[in-house]
């Protein structure tokens, strides 16, 4: 069973920082590409950012780009968000999503809060 635990949300002021991890367990290869969503009150989920099998191709949604960096550490089987310059409107719940490369199966991890105070 293929399994995403999300962690690291938090409360901070704007301009700070944070660092979410998804720690993946259950895939019985490596071909997965793992990002993150998130979803503020009353609004649509939106991608925010993604790491391919090959480390090198990442996404990122234009609000985030130049603040958000995103890194996979395989041996750990665990991806990192690392978030920079937060704004209030980052404020949302951060999900952690993998998608099989092969099967293109979607899964998702639970969502860590993210709070970012004017």
């Known amino acids: 069973e293929v399994q995403l635990q999300a962690s690291g949300g938090g409360l901070v002021q704007a301009g700070g920082s944070l660092r979410l991890s998804c720690v993946v367990s259950g895939f019985t290869s490596d071909d997965y590409a793992i990002g993150w969503f998130r979803q503020a009150p009353g609004k649509e989920r939106e991608g925010v950012s993604c790491i391919g099998t090959d480390v090198s191709s990442t996404f990122y949604a234009d609000s985030v780009k130049g603040r958000f960096t995103i890194s996979s550490d395989p041996a750990k089987k665990t991806a990192y968000l690392q978030m920079n310059s937060l704004k209030p409107e980052d404020t949302a719940g951060y999900y952690c999503?993998?998608?099989?490369?092969?099967?293109?199966?979607?899964?998702w991890g639970q969502g860590t809060l993210v709070t970012v105070s004017s």
């Open positions: 999503h993998a998608s099989e490369v092969i099967t293109l199966r979607d899964y």
